[in-house]
Each structure stands twice: as structure tokens, then as C-alpha cells.
T-cell receptor, first 116, second 117 residues
Framework: AQKVTQAQTEISVVEKEDVTLDCVYETRDTTYYLFWYKQPPSGELVFLIRRNSFDEQNEISGRYSWNFQKSTSSFNFTITASQVVDSAVYFCALSGTNSGYSTLTFGKGTMLLVSP | GAVVSQHPSRVICKSGTSVKIECRSLDFQATTMFWYRQFPKQSLMLMATSNEGSKATYEQGVEKDKFLINHASLTLSTLTVTSAHPEDSSFYIC?????????????FGEGSRLTVL
């Protein structure tokens, strides 16, 4: 069975602070995909990143960066110099061979509150 | 632009009525679509897999007679919440993938927020 754990329920920071959102996953698949989504109050899921299990290179996209550590089954997400617009719920998710990589197992989400 | 579209985005209905939500793939044909449900301040949970031309597959604990799924074409799946009650109030999101040979690419609709009075 697959499982995604986001231990941080809520994080509050002040604008310009750096913040890291943790994600730990469990899977028996050797090939899988990891995702991060942002969900603003309006509800839609905003895709942030998809990472193949064979690609352990860290990735940076503007203020966002991701640290994939297969040895510890973690896929952490860091926002540098946070902004108020970053306030949202962030979900880490996992897909595997069980559904042909077509369905996601989501973590419970981390609510990020960035205050001015 | 969006490649998966849902309609309506918001719906309010009276208890006991039925509500239909549509999910369309705009740029590709999807033999399979997926429906998720998200209760307030909770995570997204897979409800069912919608299969074009055949019956949907429901996750454990999801009532198939309550949540009717029809996937009549390669670009449209519908979820009908029958005899809705306040406890069915939730955010419903669909997703689709290009299908065979999928390399993990998934697309989500914008979601439909159902409020049952």
C-alpha cells in the first residue's frame, strides 16, 4: 500500500522567510512519481512539480526548490523568500504502478500562512 | 490553458435532489478518468475510476448507487450525486491521464464545490 505523510499540519511564517514543507512517502513500487500541488482558497489544484523515482536530482524553479532523498523516502519542498501569495494548502502526492501511474495518493496537506 | 474542465464549479442544492457534475478532457482522449472527493480541511481521496464504455470502479466505502458515474465518451465523464444530503457537501475533483504509456502526467479539473442545504 502507498502512503504519504505530511507531518506539518500548519506553518506560519513572516514574509521573506524561507520555509520547508516536509513529505515522507511509502511505496513498494520501484518506479513511481512524486508530486507537489498548491491549493489556494479557491480550491483548484495547481501543479508544481512531478518527479520520477529514478531522477534524484534536486530541482529549483524560481523561489521553489525540491529535495528528493530516496534513501530516506522524502521529497521536501522549500520556498525561499516567502510571499503572502504563497499562502495556501500544499499537498504532496504519489502515484505508482498499481493504477498505471494514473491515480494519486495524497498526503493530508500542509497549510502555509505567510503574513506581511 | 486547462486540459481538463469541470462544470459546474459551484452548486447549491436542496436535500433530496440529485446533482450532476461534468468532467471533460479538452486536449486528449481519456479512456479513464478519476473522481476525488475532498471534505473541508481534509485531503483528497479517490472515490472511483471512470471507465469509458464500462462500469466504474469504486473505492472501498464509496456507495455506487449514491454516486453514479457515466463515461459515455472518450472526453466526458459525469458524476451524479443522487438524493444528496448535507453530508455529501464536499469538493469534487476529477482527473485524467493520456492513458496507455502514461509517464505519470496527470491533469486535474478545477473542481466542483457542492453544498447541500
Amino acid at each position: 500500500a502507498q502512503k504519504v505523510t505530511q507531518a506539518q499540519t500548519e506553518i506560519s511564517v513572516v514574509e521573506k522567510e524561507d520555509v520547508t514543507l516536509d513529505c515522507v512517502y511509502e511505496t513498494r513500487d520501484t518506479t513511481y512519481y512524486l508530486f507537489w500541488y498548491k491549493q489556494p482558497p479557491s480550491g483548484e489544484l495547481v501543479f508544481l512539480i512531478r518527479r520520477n523515482s529514478f531522477d534524484e536530482q534536486n530541482e529549483i524553479s524560481g523561489r521553489y526548490s525540491w529535495n528528493f532523498q530516496k534513501s530516506t523516502s522524502s521529497f521536501n519542498f522549500t520556498i525561499t523568500a516567502s510571499q503572502v501569495v504563497d499562502s495556501a494548502v500544499y499537498f504532496c502526492a504519489l502515484s505508482g504502478t498499481n493504477s498505471g501511474y494514473s491515480t494519486l495518493t495524497f498526503g493530508k496537506g500542509t497549510m502555509l500562512l505567510v503574513s506581511p | 490553458g486547462a486540459v481538463v474542465s469541470q462544470h459546474p464549479s459551484r452548486v447549491i442544492c436542496k436535500s433530496g435532489t440529485s446533482v450532476k457534475i461534468e468532467c471533460r478532457s479538452l486536449d486528449f482522449q481519456a479512456t479513464t478518468m478519476f473522481w476525488y472527493r475532498q471534505f473541508p480541511k481534509q485531503s483528497l481521496m479517490l472515490m472511483a475510476t471512470s471507465n469509458e464504455g464500462s462500469k466504474a470502479t469504486y473505492e472501498q466505502g464509496v456507495e455506487k448507487d449514491k454516486f453514479l458515474i457515466n463515461h459515455a465518451s472518450l472526453t466526458l465523464s459525469t458524476l451524479t450525486v443522487t438524493s444528496a444530503h448535507p453530508e455529501d457537501s464536499s469538493f469534487y475533483i476529477c482527473s485524467a491521464s493520456p492513458g496507455a504509456g502514461n509517464t505519470g502526467e496527470l491533469f486535474f479539473g478545477e473542481g466542483s464545490r457542492l453544498t447541500v442545504l
